[in-house]
């Protein structure tokens, strides 16, 4: 890939203008690409079996159920996202100055880079399982660290790699993705109503004390791109293909994935390893080679994003000199760790980030009506703070999720106040409710005390 002229690729600083140059289809490709991830496949057991003992509770057809709802939500929420980026042209970090302050951004920044560390290294680790199931063994520490180069190479031309994601790649991860869905029915898919645990109390083995969690589960996938969606979008050609690209083209390849990782499971047996079902139809390596070789654009993002995020604590240095620092860290990192907590990863996200997309939406939309103060003086807003911390305590109510010590401290808040979690209950979508009205009750507050 040749280098693209300056004016046509991301700046260096936050001292440069960004470039719009991305049309709808330049981001459909790329957010499309993004919805289509192997942890669709190796993640989709986290949406049958959403609670901390790995028991499956749900059947394969409650699952789909829960991860389209799931996913369509937080489509919605990531168009949502995508939006205050190309009406600004500020990256999404830098976007939190008119939300908290330019002090107070940077707690959410540096919870933000530690997610997308964290989310970079799990794509490494993903990517490094799924070369050596497919090339029957090897050393793993060799995937790993070609992903890792591949991945520091594609961030130094970022706007570049998303136009070739729309040239190239998408066209092959189209075929590969229809080719397993054919192979999948010709084998001949199970009952999908039928528990592969114990059976819940709902129809189609439904726990529907647990169906919300899954949903939940799958709606963290997708809102874990909403602190990164304008990193991209400030550098698109209008706000609606922004938000038409991200919501829909990201989650209809989610949905996708994700129903092909069930219809896989489904097909598992206990010694076909992870990606078994996908490697054992006809032509079945050559086309999972596509799905693995391609990951790579998953880890892209994540370090891209990482690089640009410390921009907002550190304006003027060199987003080449970071992304390339940042992928050796991701690289050592997938050398060192294991994949054991993905669910509680999960889990965190979306109590982080579902309400602070809601504490974003209702200042942004309803009160500042598109106009933020993000220089490096904006003021701090200690009530958006207070709005999104309210958020974050609704969802840790709902769903502590499996972190350890902070899970424990959240469940003694609920046995204190005597609260118990209903069925009905989604901590995403109350979280993000109760984030945005606590925020637009302080905008409210705060315009009637302003001087006239």
């Known amino acids: 890939m040749s280098a693209p002229t300056e004016a046509h690729e991301a700046p260096l600083t936050l001292d440069q203008p960004a470039p719009r140059v991305l049309s709808f289809w330049d981001q459909s490709a790329f957010w499309a690409n993004l919805g289509v991830s192997l942890f669709a496949f190796s993640g989709a057991y986290t949406v049958l079996a959403p609670n901390t003992d790995g028991a499956l509770q749900l059947s394969i057809a409650a699952g789909i159920v829960a991860m389209i709802i799931g996913t369509v939500v937080g489509g919605l929420m990531l168009g949502l996202a995508a939006v205050p980026g190309a009406r600004t042209g500020k990256p999404a970090m830098v976007l939190l100055r008119g939300l908290f302050g330019a002090k107070l951004s940077y707690l959410p920044t540096i919870l933000n880079i530690a997610q997308l560390i964290g989310w970079g290294t799990f794509e490494l680790i993903v990517i490094g399982s799924a070369a050596e199931e497919l090339f029957g063994g090897g050393p793993r520490w060799l995937y790993v660290v070609a992903a890792g180069v591949i991945t520091t190479v594609l961030t130094i031309w970022p706007l570049g790699s998303v136009r070739m994601l729309r040239r190239f790649v998408t066209i092959g991860v189209v075929i590969a993705l229809a080719w397993f869905y054919i192979q999948f029915f010709r084998a001949g898919i199970p009952d999908l109503t039928t528990n592969p645990g114990p059976k819940g109390n709902g129809p189609f083995g439904v726990d529907w004390s647990l169906f919300w969690i ?211 209950m989604s901590a995403s979508l109350l979280s993000f409710l109760a984030a945005g009205l606590v925020a637009w009750l302080v905008g409210r507050v705060a315009a009637t005390r302003a001087p006239k």
């Open 214 to 424: 899954a949903t939940d589960a799958a709606l963290a996938v997708s809102i874990s791109w909403m602190p990164v969606a304008a990193d991209y979008t400030r550098h698109s050609k209008s706000s609606r293909a922004a938000f038409g690209a991200a919501s829909g083209s990201y989650a209809l390849t989610q949905i996708v994935a994700y129903i092909l990782g069930l219809l896989a499971l489904a097909l598992a047996t206990s010694d076909s390893g992870t990606y078994g079902p996908f490697l054992h139809v006809t032509l079945g390596a050559f086309f999972f080679f596509i799905l693995v070789f391609r990951e790579a654009d998953q880890s892209f993002a994540n370090v891209y994003s990482t690089a640009v995020s410390i921009q907002n604590l550190w304006p003027r240095i060199d987003r080449r000199v970071l992304s390339i620092g940042l992928g050796v860290l991701i690289t050592v990192l997938a050398l060192w760790l294991q994949m054991d907590d993905y669910f509680g990863f999960l889990g965190l996200i979306g109590s982080v980030f579902v309400p602070l997309l809601g504490v974003l939406v209702a200042d942004f939309f309803l009160r500042a009506k598109g106009s933020w103060n993000t220089e490096e003086d904006a003021p701090s807003r200690w009530g958006m703070v207070v709005a999104w911390l309210v958020g974050l305590s609704v969802y840790q109510l709902i769903n502590p999720g499996d972190a350890g010590a902070w899970t424990r401290f959240w469940v003694n808040i609920q046995e204190a106040l005597g609260f118990t979690k209903q069925a009905w």
